[in-house]
């Protein structure tokens, strides 16, 4: 398992980020707790989870469990120390039993109404909870889930500051954010002497988004530029597998994770990326996983979140996929 530097920090994490989201919900805590021990076994240390992970699974859960998982994982094996952990706070669902009221499936665009935010005190208490289901004294990375716009960013990076200066949190980083909302934040952090981020979390695949999507969680044109000239800050790529649909034709046609790459860009691109994976023998899934791994400008650290051990099991030979020169300029190029 090799390592990168998480921004400029020195702090060397893994290159392949472990995502923890289902653990403890639609994981269940036994094969849960076989890939973290594989994982670390196998020289990975960047665990991620945030405190909302997961109440969506079912109407029994509220969040919170992953973390508490983790903590049960920590103080069963002792090695807390051997991760680099990250989590995070602000997209916390407000008024779950209005969200799932009389349905078989949460309300999404009503839960996305309805997140708790990043006021200082909401930030300040969900710091301290975290850290009490995780069972740790300090967070390594501790992200802002979504960008609040109702609450000012300087009260958000105050309240950040002071979490950072307590020992609670050591880094922080931001997540579904738009460029524009990012200089900003830097620019305060800069002027005030205030913690900037280091890590940017931001859907990220392959494929290149549809022309005309508005949506800030996925990265676009500009932040990829934005992020080649701020190298202080890395990008780490959740959903980089689109929930595993590159491998099953049949899969992709309808699945809401295609909706936002759909057109003839990404047919041009799927062609490439079966046409390469034949030749290598691997399957697309873990080509596009070898294929993020190998960008450096800007670099990525892709985030996998496996649900059950033959799917992490499945994701590791991309760690050994070597391209030609002549295979990775396809790939690079391919497109409409």
């Known amino acids: 398992m090799r390592t990168v530097e998480l921004g400029r920090t020195g702090e060397q994490v893994s290159h392949l980020a472990l995502g923890c989201m289902l653990m403890g919900t639609a994981t269940d805590e036994a094969s849960s707790f076989t890939m973290l021990d594989r994982y670390v076994d196998a020289g990975g240390n960047f665990l991620d989870t945030a ?8 109407r029994q859960y509220t969040g919170g469990e992953s973390e508490s998982l983790l903590g049960r994982w920590f103080a069963r094996s002792g090695r807390r120390d051997e991760v680099f952990l990250a989590t995070k706070g602000s997209a916390w669902v407000l008024n779950q039993d209005q969200v799932w009221a009389g349905r078989d499936e949460p309300d999404w665009d009503l839960a996305r109404a309805n997140f708790e935010g990043a006021g200082a005190d909401t930030l300040r208490r969900a710091v301290d909870d975290s850290l009490r289901r995780l069972r740790t004294d300090h967070i390594d990375l501790y992200y802002v ?32 954010v738009r460029t524009w ?18 890590a940017l979390q931001q859907q990220h695949t392959y494929l290149r988004r549809r022309p ?13 530029d934005y992020l080649r000239e701020h190298d202080d800050l890395t990008l780490v790529a959740y959903s980089p597998i689109l929930k595993g649909v590159y491998d099953d034709p049949a899969k992709r046609r309808g699945h809401y994770a295609m909706a936002p790459y759909e057109g003839p860009d990404a047919e041009a691109r799927l062609a490439v990326l079966t046409e390469v994976a034949g030749e290598l023998g691997v399957t697309p899934n873990q080509l596009v996983l070898a294929w993020l791994l190998l960008q450096e400008s800007p670099r990525i650290i892709p985030l996998i ?19 030609t020169d002549d295979q990775l300029r396809r790939l690079d190029t391919a497109g409409a």
Request: hydrophobic share 40%.
């Open 305 to 323: 979140g496996p649900r059950t051990v033959e799917q992490y099991e499945a994701a590791l030979p991309a760690l050994d996929v070597k391209l």
């Open 51 to 58: 405190n909302c992970y997961a109440w969506w699974p079912g």
């Open 212 to 224: 005309g999507l508005v949506n800030a969680s996925i990265v676009d044109d500009e932040q990829v």
């Open 145 to 176: 889930h979504v960008d609040d716009r109702s609450t000012p960013l300087e009260e958000t990076l105050a309240a950040l500051d002071e979490i950072v200066r307590s020992g609670k949190v050591r880094y922080i980083g931001w997540s579904n």
């Open 181 to 198: 909302r990012l200089e900003r934040i830097r620019q305060l952090c800069a002027s005030s002497g205030w913690p900037a981020p280091v």
